[in-house]
């Protein structure tokens, strides 16, 4: 009876087992391929997201190096060319342009040159292909910024700033004024509640923008005052100090000269007899 019920249960255990490969084996023919090409894609679109920031991440490092090492205009301009839309290196790029431009049209010395060099200092032709340069690297930043996207948490509200302020800078180097106030105010906007310093220094320089139309009167000569004269700090030497001072050295007599004293003539020889 045993035996019977034994072998009842391995043939029912056969039985399930084949029933079930026969059904995976049917899952299989109509729904298995599905499924896996899923799985597939899927690890495919896994492996293909880390693959892609891996890049992106490269990208950055890239640019922001080669923005570090960048010192010409040209360069940094290269640098916003090659990397547009990472970060905000293009914006930085160009406002970087921008300052070393505008550092030279203040300075005068042309940032490609050596102050030893004859051509260093800025002639009028070159002074105004620099502030066409300046003033187009300023623009370019703020389209660059703007093309960023919004900024509801002002982060980038300092290069927005600093953009803005650099073009008045180039207005004012060329006479226009108000160009230059229009700037400020936009600088001023800019920097908005959050640097309420800057809006002070913008408001002051709007303030005294109208004194630069004004030209600063040179003085000719004879509207200088009379130098004062002026009271000696140190002693007053004396006229006899002086001269002995100028007087030529005297020279103290050579041992072959006559007027030398002889030991005779300081000791004269004791009579004959004396001594006593």
Known sequence: MDRDNRLNQIKETDLTES??????????KTKGLNWLLLVLVILLGWMGWNIWEQRQAEARDTAWIELTAASLPVSYEEVASRHAGIDSVAALALLSAGDRYLSSIQSGVRFDRTPDQEDARLDETT???FLDAADSA?????E????????????LAPLRVSAWFGRAAIAE?????????TYLREGRDAAGDRYPKVVAWADRRIEGLPQLAEPLPIPSQADLPAPESLTPLG??????LLEDLLAPPVEAPSEDSGDTPQAAD??????????G
């Open 19 to 28: 029933r079930l490969n026969e059904e995976f084996i049917t899952w299989l």
């Open 266 to 275: 300081l000791f004269p020889p004791t009579p004959p007899g004396g001594g």
């Open 144 to 155: 660059a910024l703007d093309a960023t996207g919004p900024d509801p948490r002002g982060d």
């Open 235 to 240: 002693p007053t030497i004396a006229d006899d």
């Open 127 to 129: 002074r105004a292909e």
């Open 173 to 181: 180097s060329r006479g226009d004024l108000e160009g230059a106030e």
């Open 138 to 142: 300023y623009r370019d930043a703020l």
